[in-house]
Every structure is written in C-alpha cells, then in structure tokens.
C-alpha cells in the first residue's frame, strides 16, 4: 500500500506537475501562485536550465504525459483508499474524473468543447486510467462474474 501510495500517487502527481513547471509556459495561473510564494526568482533560475531543452522534448511528453499521469495518480489514490476494490458503491467515483476527461476530449473531436482534439491525450487518458486498475485493484466481484483480475 505505501509503495502505490508512493510511486502509483505521489510519484505520478510529482512527475506531472514538474513538467509544467520546468517546460510549459510561464503565463498559467500556477506561476501567479508562485509570484505570490516568492517562488519566483528560484523557479526562473531552474527554467533557465530546462527551456533549452524544450526543443528535443516529444510533444506527447510536453501535452499529453501530464495529464495522463495526473489520471494514474487519481486512479491509486482512489484505489488505495478503497482498499484497491472496485465495487458499485465507489465505481463512480473512481470513473467520473475520467469519464469527465475523455468526454470533454471527445467534445473537442465534435466542436462542442473549445480546443484541439488529440489521439495522444485520449491514449494518455485510458493508459492513466487502465494502467493503475490493472496494477493496484483487487477482484471486483458480482455474483458469479469476475470483471477485473490482478496480475
């Protein structure tokens, strides 16, 4: 449990963040709140070492990584909470924040969504999702059916 706590949540969270930090632009509301810590000076020196190497970063490492790390880490944390059991009392929660995230993806595809539809976010998105229940969760059982296994 410590290690999916550390490496499945902590870890993936960390990892996702940290690529917005050293990588992406300065302009989100994220750096207001460094500004605002005093963070500021400490986080440019740092940038200064990581934006020369923005340009030899994949794409999908920069856009698409995060988010699906940030998936990975609410799908441990949720799982570890629920003792790594998927039942009916908590598979809604477990889903709704990526049910929220592959839909809005879908709505991009559409147009009712502002922003770009990417095949990488959604791959992002189901691996964030799938990885962790495939690693972490326990038998979900109803009658005689068994819907996940563990490995």
């Known amino acids: ?3 999916q706590l ?4 902590f870890l993936t969270l960390l990892t996702g963040g940290f690529i917005y930090i050293l990588f992406r632009p300065d302009t989100f509301k994220m750096f207001g709140w460094f500004d605002k810590l005093n963070f500021t000076e400490s986080l440019e020196q740092i940038r200064n070492i990581t934006l020369p190497y923005l340009d030899h970063l994949p ?5 698409s990584l995060p988010d699906g790390l940030w998936l990975f880490s609410y799908i441990s944390l949720l799982l570890a909470i629920w003792g790594n059991e998927i039942t009916k009392q908590n598979i809604l929660w477990l889903f709704l924040i990526p049910i929220i995230a592959i839909f809005s993806e879908i709505g991009q595809f559409i147009s009712i969504v502002p922003g770009t539809f990417d095949m990488m976010d959604m791959a992002f998105y189901v691996s964030g999702v799938v990885l962790p229940i495939l690693l972490f969760s326990r038998p979900l059982k109803t009658g005689n059916l068994y819907f996940l296994h563990k490995k």
């Open 1 to 3: 449990m410590k290690k």
């Open 6 to 9: 550390l490496i499945g949540h």
């Open 59 to 63: 794409n999908w490492f920069l856009y």
